[in-house]
Structure formats: C-alpha cells, structure tokens
C-alpha cells in the first residue's frame, strides 16, 4: 500500500503530530484512504475516509503497555459492509426520530424510515444510507485530517444542501480532538456525532461491565417503548442511572428499572442503557463531562464537549454476529458508545435544546477525548 508521511505542526502550544496516509481500499472505483495520526509519546489514532470511521486509537495502560481501546475491524471491506456503526460519522441526525415526520416552520417533513430491527418505523442515525455510508473527501491539515461531505438536498428526506465538515486532531496531552460543522442553504435539523464503541480493557481482552462511568448530569431523557423520548425529562436520583458518582457498569446494568428493560437486547431480564443524560453545565462551551475508567488496566477516558448531553449505550444488542479485530466477536456489552450529542426526536420536542439549522448559521460542536492512567 502507499504509504506517505507527513509531519505536520499541531496548534499553537502543541507538540508536532506526524500524520500518515495510506490507500487502504476502493468503494466503487473510488480510493478509500486511512489515516494515522501519531503523537511523541506513542498514542496513535486512525480514521478513514469511508464513512469517517475512526478506526482505533492506541493509548498505554498503567504499565506502559499500548493496545487499541475502540471496537472496528480489521479491513475497509468490513468497515463498507458494517452494521453497527463501529466508529462511524453519524447523520444528518444521529439517534430517533419518531415517524421521520415533522415540522419546520408550518411545513411537513418526511425523512426515510427503517424497513426492520428495533427501530422499524422510525428514523434513525441518518436513514437508510446515512453519512456512515458515504465516501468522504479527505485532506491532511495542520495537526490532523479534515474530511467533507456534501449532503444534498432531498438525501433521506432532508431538506437542503448541507455541506458537513469533521476536523480529527491530536495533540501531546493525549487528547483526541472530534470537531463537527456544517452549513445549509435551507432549514434543515443536525445532529452529528463520532459513534465510537470504547473497551478499556484493550484489545477487546475483557467486555465493559466491569468499567466504571461518571457523568455530570442530574437528569436523563424519559423513553417509552421504541426509545423514543416522552418529552419529558427524569431526576436520575436513587435509580440506576445516577452516574454522577462513578459506579461501576454491571451494578447499574442488572438493576431492576422499567427503563433499562426497554432497551434489553440480548439480555431479556435487565436490558441496558440506551438513553441520554442531560448534563447539569451546558452553555455551548467546551467541559469536562464524563470519565471512564478501567481498573485492571488503569485507563482513564475524560471527555470533554460543547453538546448538551451523552447517549450512552452499552452494546444490548451485540449478539456475535459481527466479527472485529484479530477475529474478535463483538458480543454483548463487548464495548460502550459515549456518544456527545443533542437529544432524540428534538424537532418533535420543542422544550429540548434546538437542532434547527439554518441558512446563513454555522452549525459547531466539538469534543475532546482525553485519555491517561492511573495505578
């Protein structure tokens, strides 16, 4: 494969990040390309151009010892045929909207909907064909890789011609920047997440349940049946959900609450979480949010985001079928996706945080994983 590299200066203050490329694959004639960024201390992150995938991120653990931390595959072909979103861009609008249907100043909308699975009936991350099975535009810039898309007008059901831009950085300090943005020539909802499935473990050696996760948020979005929101919002308080003491993922998992049965994939008596914590500080600013943490091997993932909340999902629905890395199954709770964003079905919930877009805006959200260990 070509192979070119590149030593590229990060921002002001940064150390120098060298980027790599390689031609990895091909998607209908086209050139599906791969990634590295690399920092002085070791850490690497790849992401391609299919679908902008990030592919795996390589930290140490307590002992220095580096190992992927993200769930994925081996090769692009397995990335064109993936089912589960394994690292994937997702949009226009990641997670549910009820129906597809809805309304943007008195005018109807009808997006694409799901033929089966869960989600039947509804819309869900992008449609059918969302952003995660497109081919994006790649370059290298200063200090990590650029990728566009153009979205156009009528795509899924989405009203516009929405240029979409995701900016991958790295820096010394270890963190891994997702910076999303994204304009339209008409009003059009966005909601663009990087849907990337974390074990800490490394290598997929152990599943999440015994990770621990805190989250700064004092209250979740309601689901009913479906995971669609009431449109209300519940205190997480004396439930499972409470995270914002870190606790560990199988204590809250086998829980008894009618909302973690709603999303019971595989385990048909506890279910999981498939839901979104609505953080207690949200002003538009970058914070610090969530922590991940992975006693055996000590890792630490801080997360950082401009969103106002995370949809945390904890692999209910991985049954084997899809095989990752080094012929891993990706079984149930094999990983956990933290995925920053705003919150299902929003165009249909006026009272949630507004995911219009319109002409002459900027859409912008950016987040930052920040990975270290501890003993």
Same mark, same amino acid.
């Given at each position: 494969?070509?192979?070119?590299?590149?030593?590229?200066?990060?921002?002001?203050?940064?150390?120098?990040?060298?980027?790599?490329?390689?031609?990895?694959?091909?998607?209908?004639?086209?050139?599906?390309?791969?990634?590295?960024?690399?920092?002085?201390?070791?850490?690497?992150?790849?992401?391609?151009?299919?679908?902008?995938?990030?592919?795996?991120?390589?930290?140490?653990?307590?002992?220095?010892?580096?190992?992927?931390?993200?769930?994925?595959?081996?090769?692009?072909?397995?990335?064109?045929?993936?089912?589960?979103?394994?690292?994937?861009?997702v949009?226009?609008?990641?997670?549910?909207?009820?129906?597809?249907?809805? /309304?943007?100043?008195?005018?109807?909308?009808? #997006? !694409?909907?799901?033929?089966?699975? @869960?989600?039947? $009936? +509804?819309?869900?991350?992008?449609?059918?064909?969302?952003?995660?099975?497109?081919?994006?535009?790649?370059?290298q810039? /200063?200090?990590?890789?650029?990728?566009?898309? #153009? !979205?156009?007008?009528?795509?899924? @059901?989405?009203? $516009? +011609?929405?240029?979409?831009?995701?900016?991958?950085?790295l820096?010394?300090?270890?963190?891994?920047?997702?910076?999303?943005?994204?304009?339209?020539?008409?009003?059009?909802?966005?909601?663009l997440?990087?849907?990337?499935?974390?074990?800490?473990?490394?290598?997929?050696?152990?599943?999440?349940?015994?990770?621990?996760?805190?989250?700064?948020?004092?209250?979740?979005?309601?689901?009913?049946?479906?995971?669609?929101?009431?449109?209300?919002?519940?205190?997480?308080?004396?439930?499972?959900?409470?995270?914002?003491?870190?606790?560990?993922?199988?204590?809250r998992?086998?829980?008894?609450?009618?909302?973690?049965?709603?999303?019971?994939?595989?385990?048909?008596?506890?279910?999981?979480f498939?839901?979104?914590?609505?953080?207690?500080?949200?002003?538009?600013?970058?914070?610090?949010?969530v922590?991940?943490?992975?006693?055996?091997?000590?890792?630490?993932?801080?997360?950082?985001?401009?969103?106002?909340?995370?949809?945390?999902?904890?692999?209910?629905?991985?049954?084997?079928?899809?095989?990752?890395?080094?012929?891993?199954?990706?079984?149930f709770?094999?990983?956990?996706?933290l995925?920053?964003?705003?919150?299902?079905?929003?165009?249909?919930?006026?009272?949630?945080?507004?995911?219009l877009?319109?002409?002459?805006?900027?859409?912008?959200?950016?987040?930052?994983?920040?990975?270290?260990?501890?003993?």
């Amino acid at each position: 494969m070509l192979c070119l590299p590149a030593l590229l200066n990060a921002q002001e203050g940064e150390s120098d990040v060298v980027v790599t490329q390689e031609v990895w694959g091909q998607y209908e004639g086209e050139e599906i390309k791969r990634f590295t960024l690399s920092n002085q201390y070791g850490m690497r992150v790849s992401v391609t151009n299919w679908g902008a995938y990030v592919t795996s991120i390589v930290v140490p653990d307590k002992q220095g010892a580096f190992e992927d931390v993200v769930l994925g595959y081996d090769s692009a072909d397995e990335y064109v045929r993936d089912c589960c979103y394994n690292g994937a861009t997702v949009g226009r609008f990641a997670n549910r909207i009820a129906g597809g249907h809805f /309304r943007i100043d008195g005018k109807p909308v009808q #997006l !694409s909907v799901k033929r089966d699975g @869960g989600n039947k $009936g +509804n819309h869900a991350h992008g449609g059918e064909v969302g952003f995660n099975k497109k081919l994006w535009h790649a370059r290298q810039v /200063r200090g990590g890789v650029e990728m566009r898309y #153009l !979205s156009l007008d009528g795509e899924e @059901g989405y009203p $516009g +011609n929405a240029n979409v831009t995701v900016l991958y950085r790295l820096n010394a300090n270890n963190e891994f920047t997702v910076s999303f943005s994204a304009t339209s020539d008409k009003t059009t909802p966005v909601n663009l997440i990087s849907h990337i499935y974390f074990n800490l473990t490394g290598n997929q050696k152990r599943d999440i349940e015994q990770h621990k996760l805190r989250v700064d948020a004092s209250d979740l979005v309601q689901v009913k049946k479906g995971l669609l929101p009431t449109g209300k919002l519940m205190r997480v308080e004396g439930t499972p959900f409470d995270l914002t003491i870190a606790a560990t993922l199988h204590e809250r998992l086998t829980s008894e609450h009618e909302q973690l049965k709603l999303a019971n994939g595989q385990d048909k008596t506890h279910g999981g979480f498939d839901h979104t914590w609505v953080f207690n500080r949200y002003d538009g600013k970058l914070q610090h949010q969530v922590q991940l943490y992975e006693p055996d091997s000590g890792r630490v993932l801080d997360i950082l985001t401009t969103q106002p909340g995370v949809h945390v999902y904890t692999g209910n629905f991985m049954n084997g079928s899809a095989i990752g890395k080094q012929g891993k199954a990706m079984t149930f709770r094999s990983g956990v996706a933290l995925e920053t964003q705003h919150f299902a079905d929003s165009v249909n919930q006026p009272q949630f945080p507004s995911t219009l877009l319109r002409p002459g805006e900027t859409y912008s959200e950016s987040t930052v994983y920040r990975f270290g260990s501890r003993q």
